[in-house]
C-alpha cells in the first residue's frame, strides 16, 4: 500500500472560517508574534497570552471540516495515510483522518507551564490561577516560536518514508517544520495546493497547483483513488 503523507498548514483550515497567520487578514496582521507566541510574552503577560489562544480555541470549536479535509479523509480507503499538520486545530481528526501529527501543539489540549508530558483535553478557556498538580499555571499545549518542536523527528521519519506528499495551505515560513517539505525520498510525487504560491528554485520536482485547498483537494484526491 503506497503512503501518502500530507504536510499542512493554515490554509488548509481557512475555508473553515479559521485565520491563517501571514495572509492579509491573518492573525499577525492583528498582533505582534512577540506579544502572544513566546516564552517572553508569557512571563510578560501571561493574561494576554491565554486571551489569544481562548480566542483561537471558541474559533476551532466553531469551525467545521472543509471539503479538503474530508477529501484527505477518504484516501485511507486506498492509501496508508499520515498527516504531519502545522495546525493546532483539530480538524482533520474530526474530518475522519486517523493518523494525525500536529509539528505546533494542538489548542484544545492544555498543560502545565512545567510539564511538557502531562496534557489535558480542554475545550474550556484558560484563566489565570488555572493550576495544574504540580501547581505550574495551565497554558495551552501549542509551541511557541522559540521553542523546541518535540514531534520534528517524528514528522521528519514520516516525510521520509512518503511516496505520495501533498503541501497544502502553508507559506513555508517557518522552520524546522517547512524544511521538512524537502525531506523526501528520491522519486517521491510532491504536490503544492495554495493559490498564491510562488515556485522556488529548489522546488522543481513539486507538482504547484494554485487553488484553494477546497477545490484542489477533492479533485487531487479523485485522481489519487482513480489511479
Ligand atoms: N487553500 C489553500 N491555501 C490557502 C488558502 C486556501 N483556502 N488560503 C490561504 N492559503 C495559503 C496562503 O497563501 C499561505 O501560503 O495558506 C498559507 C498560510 O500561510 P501562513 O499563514 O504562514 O500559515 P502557516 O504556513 O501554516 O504558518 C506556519 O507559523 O505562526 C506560525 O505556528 C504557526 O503553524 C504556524 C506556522
Known amino acids: 500500500m503506497k503512503r501518502i503523507v500530507v504536510f499542512s498548514g493554515a490554509g488548509m483550515s481557512a475555508e473553515s472560517g479559521i485565520n491563517t497567520f501571514r495572509d492579509s487578514d491573518g492573525l499577525w496582521e492583528k498582533y505582534n508574534i512577540e506579544d502572544v507566541a513566546t516564552p517572553e510574552a508569557w512571563k510578560k503577560n501571561p493574561e494576554l497570552v491565554l486571551d ?8 476551532v470549536l466553531k469551525a467545521e471540516p472543509n471539503a479538503a479535509h474530508i477529501a484527505i479523509a477518504t484516501l485511507e480507503s486506498k492509501f496508508d495515510v499520515v498527516i504531519v499538520t502545522q495546525n493546532i486545530d483539530d480538524l482533520h481528526e ?4 486517523n493518523n494525525v501529527v500536529h509539528l505546533h501543539g494542538e489548542i484544545l489540549k492544555a498543560r502545565s507551564e512545567f510539564d511538557l508530558s502531562t496534557l489535558y483535553d480542554l475545550k474550556e478557556p484558560i484563566r489565570i ?37 501533498i503541501i497544502v495551505g502553508t507559506s513555508l515560513n517557518v522552520y524546522p517544520a517547512a524544511g521538512l517539505v524537502f ?4 522519486g517521491a510525487q510532491k504536490f503544492l495546493v495554495d493559490p498564491d504560491a510562488i515556485t522556488m528554485g529548489n522546488m522543481s520536482d513539486i507538482a504547484l497547483i494554485n487553488e484553494t485547498a477546497g477545490i484542489a483537494i477533492p479533485k487531487l484526491v479523485e485522481q489519487l483513488l482513480g489511479e
Open 52 to 59: 489569544f489562544y481562548n480566542q483561537r480555541r471558541i474559533q
Open 183 to 186: 525531506c523526501t525520498k528520491p
Open 129 to 165: 490561577n488555572d493550576l495544574a498538580p504540580d501547581g505550574g499555571q495551565m497554558r495551552p499545549h501549542v509551541v511557541w516560536f522559540g521553542e523546541p518542536v518535540p514531534a520534528y523527528e517524528l514528522g521528519k521519519s514520516i516525510i521520509e518514508s512518503a511516496d505520495i506528499l
Open 94 to 97: 474530526r474530518s475522519g483522518s
